[in-house]
């Protein structure tokens, strides 16, 4: 309940706009939870399947700082509506599809990485990071697709809580729907029941 009405008191009370906010929440979760399994899948491989034999294990291990900086640039880009860094962030997502690919063929192939200890830990990570991968790249998509459509000010704190107090003039707030001064919504964020 609080965070519906969190919502409806930040946001907007158009339904359209709380869905284009919930699209962006469910956007940094499923990253933040695909960057998480990505990263055990990449510890788990990199330290028991490949074993420090050069190069993977190097190349390996570096894709985790990379995956890092991938998920700080999409949460920036996604929030500033930056259409130049969506699209890399997109392209990070599908390199991340496709080697995530690759490694479940490798372990659940017929080679010597195929049998090696913790083989059940490594497939379940990277199967959850591939279908969590995929599922960001949807949301991604969807919102580029919302960019230009009004969100952009109220992620970046410039929504109707910061609107500037040129006048002390009565006006409607739909949002408590209720007369007040600007004077007294900035003083109380809260419903009040008077």
């Known amino acids: 309940m609080e965070f519906s009405w969190s919502l409806y008191e930040h946001i907007s009370p158009d339904l359209r706009m709380t ?14 939870v695909s960057l998480l399994l990505i990263n055990l899948f990449l510890i788990t491989y990199g330290l028991v399947d490949v074993h420090y034999r050069e190069p993977e294990f190097g190349l390996t291990m570096t894709i985790i700082p990379v995956s890092i900086i991938h998920a700080i640039l999409a949460a920036t880009c996604i929030k500033k509506e930056y259409m130049p860094g969506m699209v890399l962030v997109i392209m990070f997502h599908i ?13 659940t192939g ?6 090696t200890l913790m083989k059940e830990e ?10 969590f991968t995929i599922i960001s790249i949807a949301f991604a998509v969807l919102c580029v697709f919302n960019f230009g459509k009004g969100l952009k000010p ?41």
């Open 19 to 32: 869905a284009r906010h919930v699209k962006y929440l469910a956007y940094l979760v499923f990253l933040k």
């Open 95 to 107: 390199a991340a599809i496709v080697y995530l690919v690759t490694r479940l063929i490798v372990l």
């Open 110 to 115: 017929d080679g010597l990485l195929a049998s």
């Open 122 to 131: 490594m497939l379940l990570f990277a199967t959850f990071a591939l279908v």
């Open 154 to 194: 109220l992620l970046q704190g410039q929504g109707t809580n910061n609107i500037p107090t040129s006048t002390s003039a009565l006006e409607l707030n739909p949002r408590h729907l209720s007369i007040r001064t600007m004077e007294s919504e900035r003083m109380s964020k809260r419903f009040d029941i008077d």
